[in-house]
Structures are given as C-alpha cells and as structure tokens.
C-alpha cells in the first residue's frame, strides 16, 4: 500500500479566497484522483491529475474553479478557487500504482467556507 | 452513475458475521468487484476485490455468485471498529473503459451493536 500525505488536514476559509491542497506519496504512482465528499454524502469524483498534462475532470468540474497540478509521480495539488460556503467539503486524494491496482486514499483535507 | 445497488443500512450483533451484499446485474466481464469501507472523518480504506472466484484477505471474504451479478461481503467476526459505511464497486480490469477512476454509490452503513 502506499502512503499518502494531505496538508492541511483542515481548514476553515474565508469566502472568496483560495485554498491550495497538497498530496504527497511516499512512492511513485500513475495515477492521482481528487474526490469531493460534501457534507452526509458519498464521494464525487473531481478529477483525474495528469502528471505533466491538463487534469482530466469530471462532468459538473471545471478547472477555473479546481485548476490541478501534477508535476511529478509523487506529488499533486488541487486549488479550490473563489470560494463560497457550498464549497465546505471533504477534499480526498487517491493514488493508485496503475489502471489495474487498488487505489488507496489519503485522510482528506476537511474544508470549512464563512 | 454507479452500477451497483446496497441496502442503505444493516445493523449486526458484535462477534457475529456481517454479510453485506451488493447487486450489481449490469457488470460485465471486463470489471472487477471492489470493497472499500469509510470509517468516519477517515479516508475510504481498500478491503477487497474479485472478478469471479470467491476472495479472502485477513479483513474479509468475497462471495461473488456465478452469474456474478451480485455479491457478498463478509467480515467473519464484526466488531465495533467495523462501524462504518461500506461501498461496493464496479471497475473495468482492462481496456480502453479502464480509467482507474472509481465511482461511488451510497454504500451500505454497518453499525455493530454490542
């Protein structure tokens, strides 16, 4: 299994601005997902994150709104931009080995909007 | 939208089996069955998965029938740390359909009663 990092693990935001969330894996990964649990919910899927390509996002997302960096096999970030309140959520990355493997989670970055 | 059904809640008596199942009439033979659980304010952990054998890990077994339109998951002996809601997956093995992108329905939560 892999070991992955998210920071922050929580944060509590003012509307309009900004948060950057940050992945790290302790080994390399193809693949890199980013998941939204909004409150009492199951998880959406946000988008796939390319390493060194456009991420690659799910209907309803956009990347105005959640623009996604991978720049290498180890690391990905998702920014939540211009936020509102219907933007609290849990923010959750998956990585997996590759398309056949298991994916694993990290423990989700859990985001407040006033 | 996810290709699986699951009851929305089962209780079970600790120290019992809980045998939580799945339907999933639509899968095809390219797709894998895959288990994960989400404990609250945790990340969704992997548990199992299988195409048409029956699987067991040191967390559970998985009965897939023949047809492999549906399936059971099996904790042999629940305790209160299985509390949790558990999902039940479809996900392509292989091929041009295969994104390694898991999509969540509902799930089932599992409360364990003392």
Same mark, same amino acid.
């Given at each position: 299994?892999?070991?992955?990092?998210?920071?922050?693990?929580?944060?509590?935001?003012?509307?309009?601005?900004? &948060?950057?969330?940050?992945?790290?894996?302790?080994?390399?990964?193809?693949? +890199?997902?980013?998941?939204?649990?909004?409150?009492?919910?199951?998880?959406?899927?946000?988008?796939?994150?390319?390493?060194?390509?456009?991420?690659?996002?799910?209907?309803?997302?956009?990347?105005?709104?959640?623009?996604?960096?991978?720049?290498?096999?180890?690391?990905?970030? &998702?920014?939540?931009?211009? +936020?509102?309140?219907?933007?609290?959520?849990?923010?959750?990355?998956?990585?997996?080995?590759?398309?056949?493997?298991?994916?694993?989670?990290?423990? /989700?970055?859990?985001?407040?909007?006033? | 939208?996810?290709?699986?059904?699951?009851?929305?809640? +089962?209780?079970?008596?600790?120290?019992?089996?809980?045998? &939580?199942?799945?339907? $999933?009439?639509?899968?095809?033979?390219?797709?894998?069955?895959?288990?994960?659980?989400?404990?609250?304010?945790?990340?969704?952990?992997?548990?199992?998965?299988? &195409?048409?054998?029956?699987?067991?890990?040191? +967390?559970?077994?998985?009965?897939?029938?023949?047809?492999?339109?549906?399936?059971?998951?099996?904790?042999? $002996?629940?305790?209160?740390?299985?509390?949790?809601?558990?999902?039940?997956?479809?996900?392509?093995?292989?091929?041009?359909?295969?994104? /390694?992108?898991?999509?969540?329905?509902?799930?089932?939560?599992?409360?364990?009663?003392?």
């Amino acid at each position: 299994s892999a070991v992955i990092s998210q920071k922050p693990s929580r944060d509590i935001c003012q509307r309009g601005t900004s &948060l950057t969330i940050q992945c790290q894996v302790d080994s390399q990964v193809t693949m +890199m997902f980013w998941y939204r649990q909004q409150p009492g919910q199951s998880l959406t899927l946000i988008a796939t994150a390319n390493q060194g390509s456009e991420a690659t996002y799910e209907s309803g997302f956009v990347i105005d709104k959640f623009p996604i960096s991978r720049p290498n096999l180890t690391f990905s970030t &998702l920014t939540v931009s211009n +936020m509102s309140p219907e933007d609290s959520s849990i923010y959750l990355c998956s990585v997996s080995r590759d398309r056949a493997t298991e994916a694993f989670f990290g423990q /989700g970055t859990r985001l407040t909007v006033v | 939208d996810a290709k699986t059904t699951q009851p929305p809640s +089962m209780d079970c008596a600790e120290g019992r089996a809980a045998n &939580l199942p799945c339907n $999933h009439s639509t899968i095809s033979g390219n797709e894998y069955v895959y288990w994960y659980r989400q404990i609250h304010s945790q990340g969704p952990q992997y548990i199992i998965h299988g &195409l048409k054998n029956n699987e067991t890990n040191e +967390m559970a077994s998985l009965i897939i029938t023949e047809d492999r339109k549906s399936s059971t998951l099996i904790l042999p $002996h629940a305790t209160l740390r299985d509390t949790a809601v558990y999902y039940c997956i479809v996900r392509p093995r292989r091929g041009t359909s295969n994104t /390694g992108k898991l999509i969540f329905g509902q799930g089932t939560t599992l409360q364990v009663k003392p």
